[in-house]
C-alpha cells in the first residue's frame, strides 16, 4: 500500500468490548484439579474459576476429559472431585454455580459402555463427546443413534477442530439431532488460522447451539479475552439458537 493509501485509508470500526455475560453458563472446561490436562492443583482450579467470572459466566458446568487410554475417570471420580472444588469455593464466600459433566472421546470402549452405563450428562440429557483430531470415527452415525435411543441428546466439542469434515457434513450431523459446541479461542484463532476459518463458516451458517472456553490453563483465560472485541463473537452472541443461556 502506498504512502497515500496508508494516511488516507479508512479507519476500522472498533466493535465495543461484549464480554460472556450474556452465556450465563459455560459448558465446557477442565477445572477440577489433577484429573485430566486441565488443572493440576486446587490453588490453580480456583484461580481459573474466578478468571471465568470476570470473563462473565455465573455458571460453570465443567468437563473431565473421559478416555480409556489416557484418563480414566468415572462419575465418581468427576463429581468427587467437583464436590471438593465446591467445598472450596463455599469457604471463600463464591456463589458462582459450579457443576460438573464430563467431555468423551469416542473410541470403542465408549462405544461399548453405550446402554451399559450411565454417562454424566448436563441441562436435558446433554452429552458432551469428542472425535480424534486426524481421522473420523468409524461408523460415528450408529454411536449418534445409540445415544440418542438411551434418550441423550448429542453434543459434538469443538467442531471446527475436525478439519477432515466439511460445512455440508456439519450440516448433516444437525440435521440428525446433533449440536454442536464451538470453542470460543477459535474465534481468535488460537488454535490455527485453518481451525479458525472452519468456525467462521459454522458462525456464519448458524449452526452453533453452545459455545464453551474449553479452558484448561491461565493461558487460555487471558486469550479469552480477546474475544470481546471479536467479530464473530459478537455475531455469535446475538444468535437465537445459542443454548447455553438456557442451562
Not at 434418550?151 to 448433516?172: C, I, S
Not at 479461542?185 to 448458524?206: M, R, T
Request: hydrophobic share 40%; net charge negative.
Amino acid at each position: 500500500m502506498s504512502l497515500f493509501g496508508k494516511i488516507f485509508r479508512k479507519k476500522e470500526i472498533e466493535l465495543e468490548p461484549c464480554d460472556l455475560s450474556i452465556l450465563g453458563t459455560d459448558v465446557h472446561s477442565h477445572l477440577i484439579p489433577a484429573i485430566d490436562d486441565g488443572a493440576q492443583t486446587m490453588e490453580e482450579s480456583l484461580e481459573l474459576i474466578a478468571a471465568l467470572q470476570n470473563l462473565g459466566f455465573s455458571k460453570l458446568i465443567t468437563t473431565p476429559h473421559t478416555m480409556s487410554d489416557f484418563y480414566k475417570n468415572t462419575p465418581d471420580s468427576i463429581n468427587g472431585g467437583r464436590e471438593k472444588v465446591q467445598q472450596k469455593l463455599q469457604e471463600l464466600n463464591n456463589d458462582i454455580l459450579f457443576e460438573s459433566a464430563s467431555e468423551y472421546y469416542v473410541d470403542f470402549e465408549f462405544q461399548n459402555d453405550i446402554g451399559k452405563k450411565e454417562f454424566l450428562v448436563f441441562g436435558a440429557k446433554y452429552i458432551l463427546i469428542e472425535f480424534p483430531f486426524m481421522e473420523a470415527p468409524k461408523n460415528i452415525e450408529d454411536i449418534i443413534f445409540q445415544l440418542q435411543l438411551q434418550g441423550y441428546n448429542v453434543v459434538l466439542a469443538h467442531p471446527e477442530r475436525y478439519l477432515y469434515y466439511t460445512l455440508k457434513d456439519y450440516e448433516k450431523f444437525t440435521q440428525k439431532g446433533v449440536f454442536l459446541q464451538l470453542n470460543l479461542l477459535s474465534l481468535v484463532g488460537y488454535y490455527s488460522p485453518e481451525v479458525k476459518k472452519q468456525a467462521e463458516k459454522l458462525v456464519n451458517a448458524d449452526l452453533i447451539s453452545f459455545v464453551g472456553t474449553d479452558c484448561h490453563n491461565m493461558r487460555h483465560a487471558e486469550v479469552l479475552k480477546q474475544c470481546f472485541t471479536n467479530p464473530l463473537w459478537h455475531k455469535l452472541s446475538q444468535s437465537e439458537k445459542l443454548l447455553n443461556k438456557t442451562l
